[in-house]
């Protein structure tokens, strides 16, 4: 039997390596605009921490990864995002 091994990405906040996931993804999709967990484009991947979910920078980050300007729609649905992806269970790996 052969294992697959998981993929990893990076969280655009602590910079830490996890399994894909386990991470919140953002994509910028080339037609469709600014999508969660789907997409095809630019992606961002945030852990689920409260430290990264709640990190004051963490817009400017994910404008910075994505290369784009966010809109405040998007603000807000990224935040209701966070709340929703919060009510899971968290895992501390600090
Ligand atoms: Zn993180």
């Not at 998981?6 to 390596?17: D, L």
């Not at 910028?28 to 409260?50: E, L, P, Q, T, V």
């Not at 603000?75 to 992806?85: G, H, R, S, V």
Request: with cysteine; aromatic share 8%; hydrophobic share 30%.
């Amino acid at each position: 039997m052969k294992q697959k091994s998981p993929v990893m990405r990076i969280c655009i906040s602590c910079r830490k390596t996890y399994n894909r996931k386990d991470l919140l993804k953002i994509t910028k999709d080339h037609n469709k605009g600014i999508m969660f967990h789907k997409g095809i484009g630019r992606s961002a991947y945030i852990c689920k921490s409260k430290k990264c979910y709640f990190d004051s920078k963490i817009k400017k980050k994910l404008q910075k990864a994505l290369k784009t300007d966010l809109k405040p729609e998007f603000i807000e649905i990224f935040e209701k995002e966070l709340q929703a992806t919060m009510t899971s269970p968290i895992r501390e790996y600090n």
